[in-house]
């Protein structure tokens, strides 16, 4: 298997576990068929975009209920905000599917014992090869399961946030979810959960550190409307894990300018630039449910090509970018300290070297793009402003042609 594919079946299977617990008594979907979306970052209401996600979660839970799909979507908004403590029904959800695991893994061990004795003592008569059920599953272990059974009886809906707000009637994400009525119903196709807290190995209901929660996950949703950069959807990539983001985003106006088609790559961006929010909040929610509608085979294919990205974020290759952009700032700052060299600055910063015939067909670039992925290929040697990439064949002031 794929090194990232087993590293994103290892972390799905932690949050599978985290999900039977906070759906106890409501754990009526398949997660097999579950796909895991969520958006994080600071709690900025509007800035992070979470208004317009969760607008299109309730539009993409129309839609897959007209559908008629068996696919659920539970998704996650990862953001820190004042709290009191955990909520009662979520530390008991974990509990109670523990003991249950544990009675299962005890009776799973007699039920063991149990059938090697009766394979041991086996003297050829026919029709006692097999034990037979009430052998296997005595009164005892029937009376320890239905207790565990009976435990996650539930009389309320799975909560819409894991934590008790400080001020919970006030909290605008809450809120929007109650205007949407996204509450976790059994026959809502999108599940909601509000973590509003900073996840870590030692959470005692969501035991996994960011980056591991991450590739656990199927896609990330950042609807940002202001965002100079957005390191979110960048760890994604990186990640191997499809995103969304927008033209508003310094990231995605960088794989947009990058990136011929992005949406083939998994890099989904939204226009909330030159058309209305009703426009853009159907975009958002024609990409979800696009991909909810691919087989497990397309979104592992669409997993592989958003790896293939990240060479691009690169710090050997952003680095030399922030470079430039310092000495563009220098120059400007200071025009009179670089009057000597003023005409071969100018001139190193033409059209760059389309890439190397070797780079792989996916993804395709933008010709002509000045991007620090046509410097895939530089040696380690070639450091900061002191490069041969730039097109035009002129050095840079006071290079000497042998360093070159």
């Given at each position: 298997?794929?090194e990232?594919?087993?590293?994103?079946?290892?972390?799905?299977?932690?949050?599978?576990?985290?999900i039977?617990?906070?759906?106890?008594?409501?754990?009526d979907?398949?997660?097999?068929?579950?796909?895991?979306?969520f958006?994080?970052?600071?709690?900025?209401?509007?800035?992070?975009?979470?208004d317009?996600?969760?607008?299109?979660?309730?539009?993409?839970?129309?839609?897959?209920?007209?559908?008629?799909t068996?696919?659920?979507?539970?998704?996650?908004?990862?953001?820190?905000a004042?709290?009191?403590?955990?909520?009662?029904?979520?530390?008991?959800?974990?509990?109670v599917?523990?003991?249950?695991?544990d009675?299962?893994?005890?009776?799973?061990?007699r039920?063991?014992?149990?059938?090697?004795?009766?394979?041991?003592?086996?003297?050829?008569?026919?029709?006692?090869?097999?034990?037979?059920?009430?052998?296997?599953?005595d009164a005892?272990?029937?009376?320890?399961?239905?207790?565990?059974?009976?435990?996650?009886?539930?009389?309320?809906?799975?909560?819409?946030?894991t934590?008790?707000m400080?001020?919970?009637?006030?909290?605008?994400?809450?809120?929007?979810?109650?205007?949407?009525?996204?509450?976790?119903r059994?026959?809502?196709r999108v599940?909601?959960?509000?973590?509003?807290?900073?996840l870590?190995?030692?959470?005692?209901?969501?035991?996994?550190?960011?980056?591991?929660f991450v590739?656990?996950?199927?896609?990330?949703?950042?609807?940002?409307?202001?965002?100079?950069?957005?390191?979110?959807p960048?760890?994604?990539?990186?990640?191997?894990?499809?995103?969304?983001?927008?033209?508003?985003?310094g990231?995605?106006?960088?794989?947009q300018?990058?990136?011929?088609?992005?949406?083939?790559?998994?890099?989904?961006?939204?226009d909330?630039?030159?058309?209305?929010?009703?426009?853009?909040v159907?975009?958002l929610?024609?990409?979800?449910?696009?991909?909810?509608?691919?087989?497990?085979?397309?979104?592992?294919n669409?997993?592989?090509?958003?790896?293939?990205?990240?060479?691009?974020?690169?710090?050997k290759?952003?680095?030399?970018?922030?470079s430039?952009?310092?000495?563009?700032?220098?120059?400007?700052?200071?025009?009179?300290?670089?009057?000597?060299?003023?005409?071969?600055?100018?001139?190193?910063?033409?059209?760059?070297?389309?890439?190397?015939?070797?780079?792989?067909?996916?993804?395709?670039?933008?010709?002509?793009a000045?991007?620090p992925?046509?410097?895939?290929?530089?040696?380690?040697?070639?450091?900061?402003?002191?490069?041969?990439?730039?097109?035009?064949?002129q050095?840079?002031?006071?290079?000497?042609?042998?360093?070159?």
């Open positions: 298997m794929h990232f594919q087993n590293m994103h079946a290892k972390s799905k299977a932690k949050i599978n576990d985290f039977r617990g906070y759906f106890y008594g409501h754990y979907f398949d997660l097999e068929n579950t796909l895991y979306m958006t994080a970052g600071r709690y900025e209401y509007r800035n992070k975009g979470v317009m996600f969760i607008e299109a979660l309730a539009r993409l839970n129309y839609r897959l209920q007209k559908l008629d068996k696919v659920t979507v539970v998704a996650f908004i990862i953001m820190p004042a709290t009191n403590s955990y909520t009662i029904e979520a530390l008991k959800g974990q509990a599917i523990k003991q249950l695991r009675t299962v893994a005890e009776i799973q061990n039920i063991g014992d149990r059938l090697f004795e009766h394979a041991a003592r086996y003297n050829g008569e026919a029709g006692h090869e097999t034990p037979k059920l009430d052998e296997l599953l005892q272990d029937k009376v320890q399961l239905k207790r565990r059974i009976f435990a996650l009886k539930r009389n309320s809906l799975p909560p819409i946030v934590h008790n400080v001020e919970d009637s006030a909290d605008p994400i809450l809120n929007q979810i109650r205007r949407v009525q996204l509450f976790n059994s026959s809502d599940k909601v959960i509000f973590h509003p807290d900073f870590n190995s030692n959470n005692p209901i969501l035991g996994l550190d960011y980056e591991e590739r656990g996950c199927h896609m990330g949703v950042f609807p940002s409307y202001y965002e100079p950069w957005g390191y979110t960048a760890e994604c990539t990186v990640m191997g894990i499809p995103s969304i983001t927008t033209n508003l985003s990231f995605g106006s960088f794989m300018d990058l990136i011929e088609n992005p949406d083939d790559e998994g890099c989904f961006i939204v909330r630039r030159m058309q209305s929010l009703e426009d853009s159907n975009q929610t024609e990409y979800m449910v696009s991909f909810c509608t691919k087989s497990r085979r397309q979104r592992i669409q997993r592989n090509r958003v790896e293939r990205l990240s060479p691009l974020l690169d710090w290759n952003l680095g030399i970018e922030y430039k952009a310092r000495q563009l700032a220098l120059r400007r700052a200071y025009p009179g300290e670089f009057e000597n060299d003023e005409e071969d600055w100018d001139a190193s910063y033409g059209e760059m070297a389309r890439p190397s015939f070797s780079m792989p067909g996916s993804p395709r670039l933008r010709n002509g000045v991007t992925g046509d410097m895939g290929t530089l040696t380690e040697e070639m450091q900061a402003l002191s490069t041969s990439d730039y097109k035009g064949g050095s840079w002031h006071g290079l000497r042609e042998d360093d070159d």
